[in-house]
């Protein structure tokens, strides 16, 4: 049985730019997360997906957001890169929801923006 | 506000040794209680979860971890800690079963040969 996908692993963009994460969770898992994780912050909720709907939202600026697919593969959309925005943003599937299932995570997508 | 706390930053322990992690959470009522760990450059992984019933519940890897209502707390144990074990562990809270999941600061785990 796959993991959870985060395509692509190492990204580096420039300040200003925009960027793409991409999610694709455990097959039946009808819920996808996403987590930025810095040393400095730890792990902050961004938001939650199920079946196409933002369910919950983490205290993060509109520059952020995401969407999930009818596949339940999700994406977030960084705009304006920040260099604040540099972390690992890890992406959660659970075939509920996060907190009754429990996650299992992709391997993440570092970020570093210069 | 709720909170989620791992009063240890880092702990070391040597190979064979027993370990416990510490977690407490500041909700009013027993929220769904999980402990994850990270190794280098991977995701997490979930360990164990607990929403009810037994306070104690048995994980993956020989974790486990005891849920004291009294004290807010749900820490992790094992008897014997391995090299392997080495690694960041997070205890993780949901309030409800919709709602979102927060994460403690984390406890870097190093283990002596």
């Known amino acids: 049985k796959a993991g959870v996908t985060q395509t692509p692993r190492y990204l580096i963009k420039t300040r200003g730019q925009q960027v793409t994460l991409s999610c694709s969770p455990i097959?039946?898992?009808?819920?996808v997360s996403w987590y930025q994780q810095t040393p400095g912050q730890g792990l902050q909720f961004l938001f939650e997906?199920?079946?196409?709907?933002?369910?919950n939202k983490g205290n993060f600026p509109g520059r952020f957001s995401g969407r999930q697919f009818s596949n339940s593969r999700s994406e977030m959309n960084v705009s304006t890169l920040e260099l604040g925005d540099s972390a690992l943003y890890l992406c959660?599937?659970?075939?509920?929801?996060?907190?009754?299932?429990?996650?299992?995570f992709g391997s993440g997508t570092r970020l570093t923006v210069v | 506000a709720q909170s989620v706390t791992q009063p240890d930053i880092h702990i070391t322990v040597s190979e064979g040794a027993s370990l416990e992690l510490r977690c407490n959470y500041s909700y009013g009522a027993t929220p769904y209680l999980f402990w994850y760990v990270q190794s280098p450059g991977q995701g997490l992984q979930l360990l164990l979860k607990y929403f009810s019933g037994d306070t104690l519940v048995q994980g993956i890897k020989g974790f486990e971890a005891e849920f004291k209502r009294s004290q807010s707390s749900f820490n992790l144990r094992k008897p014997s800690v391995h090299w392997s074990d080495a690694a960041e562990y997070f205890c993780?809270?949901?309030?409800?079963?919709?709602?979102?999941?927060?994460f403690g600061p984390g406890t870097s785990l190093s283990v002596i040969p």
């Open positions: 997906y199920f079946s196409e709907t933002q369910r």
């Open positions: 993780a809270v949901g309030i409800t079963s919709y709602d979102k999941v927060i």
């Open positions: 097959s039946g898992h009808r819920s």
């Open positions: 959660a599937s659970s075939p509920g929801t996060g907190a009754s299932d429990g996650y299992t």
